[in-house]
Nanobody, 115 residues
Framework: QVQLVESGGGLVQAGGSLRLSCAAS????????MAWYRQAPGTQRELVAA???????NYADSVKGRFTISRDNAKNTVYLQMNSLNSGDTAVYYC?????????WGQGTQVTVSS
């Protein structure tokens, strides 16, 4: 089993920045994909950004140019730097990791952007 623990959420004013972190622990063999998803009330969970082990990244159109995903393979940690936040970014953010095609999820961290 792989455990994921997120940190870094909170309340921020519109235009501000936050950095989320997610550390993986447990039976780690090879984590191929690490990603961030988010879910706002009444909506489906959506992919925000993903990063492959080699560093290739993918972003939702709504966050391109504002968010940056990165990872430290030695620390089994993924980060999400979020800049120019707006009210549409308010959601619970979930860390996701895939190891040999098996997905794991963190417990989520709340991000609230006040206007």
């Amino acid at each position: 089993q792989v455990q994921l623990v997120e940190s870094g959420g909170g309340l921020v004013q519109a235009g501000g920045s936050l950095r989320l972190s997610c550390a993986a622990s447990g039976r780690i063999l090879r984590i191929d994909i690490m990603a961030w998803y988010r879910q706002a009330p009444g909506t489906q969970r959506e992919l925000v950004a993903a990063i492959l082990r080699g560093g290739s990244t993918n972003y939702a159109d709504s966050v391109k140019g504002r968010f940056t995903i990165s990872r430290d393979n030695a620390k089994n940690t993924v980060y999400l730097q979020m800049n120019s936040l707006n009210s549409g970014d308010t959601a619970v953010y979930y860390c996701n990791a895939a190891q040999y095609n098996k997905p794991y999820w963190g417990q989520g961290t709340q991000v609230t952007v006040s206007s």
